[in-house]
């Protein structure tokens, strides 16, 4: 269901972001400049990109190339304000604490629509790679021992655990195809939850292919990655 779209100006933009932000998505064309600070720090110069605001505060921008974001912001609290004739967008993450501003110019193309979710089945390849891990914890790192898997927790389910040879538990996180910057959060999530419970633990994602940006952020975040092909 599409409840507005249109072209519209700064201010008519910050009313339809304080009606809609917690129940729609908000799709938004616009020339914007952007500013990042949080565990590292990010600024991206004036020019037009996409940007989509989810109901649960998740913010994300792109350009015209790539399938990743140039930048995003998880579950935010979202704040606006109308500053010099811009729409300033502050998206802001508590644990740990993020802050991604978004500075929008002039009149802007919106879409707002309430978007729907359905039961979402994997098969093959993901289940298989994880089957395949917990069988064969050597092929991840030599040494570890399978201790879980398919373990919830308040972040989502982490894939397989293992205990590395020096006792300390290691999380894996598995994807069939390419692991993106998401694959990398998450799994930075879920090592923080099991270092705030006083627990020595690592993190490693296992896929066949990763993105340059997700390496360098695991790098970043001191986490590793293994290269795990999919059986066939």
Not at 1 to 13: C, K, Q, R, T
Not at 73 to 82: D, K
Not at 199 to 213: L, T
Request: glycine share 6%; aromatic share 6%; net charge positive.
């Amino acid at each position: 269901m599409i409840e507005f779209s249109g072209n519209v100006g700064i201010e008519d933009l910050e009313q339809i972001i304080r009606k809609y932000s917690k129940v729609a998505t908000i799709v938004i064309i616009s020339r914007c400049s952007i500013e990042y600070k949080g565990r590292a720090s990010s600024r991206a110069g004036l020019a037009r990109r996409l940007i989509i605001i989810k109901e649960d505060g998740t913010v994300l921008v792109h350009e015209g190339k790539g399938r990743e974001p140039i930048n995003w912001q998880p579950q935010a609290h979202i704040i606006t304000s109308v500053s010099n004739g811009k729409l300033v967008l502050t998206a802001i993450r508590i644990r740990p604490r993020e802050e991604l501003k978004i500075l929008i110019e002039k009149e802007a193309y919106v879409l707002v629509s309430r978007l729907t979710t359905a039961k979402f089945i994997l098969e093959g390849a993901e289940k298989d790679m994880i089957d395949l891990i917990a069988s064969n914890p050597s092929i991840v790192e030599e040494g570890s021992h399978l201790v879980s898997r398919e373990v919830s927790t308040p972040h989502g389910r982490i894939d397989v655990i293992l205990r590395d040879k020096q006792g300390r538990l290691l999380i894996v996180e598995v994807k069939r195809s390419l692991a993106d910057i998401d694959a990398v959060y998450q799994l930075r999530r879920y090592v923080e939850y099991y270092k705030s419970l006083g627990v020595d633990v690592r993190g490693v994602i296992a896929s066949p292919r990763i993105s340059p940006r997700a390496l360098k952020l695991l790098q970043e975040f001191n986490l590793g990655y293994v290269k795990v092909e999919p059986p066939r």
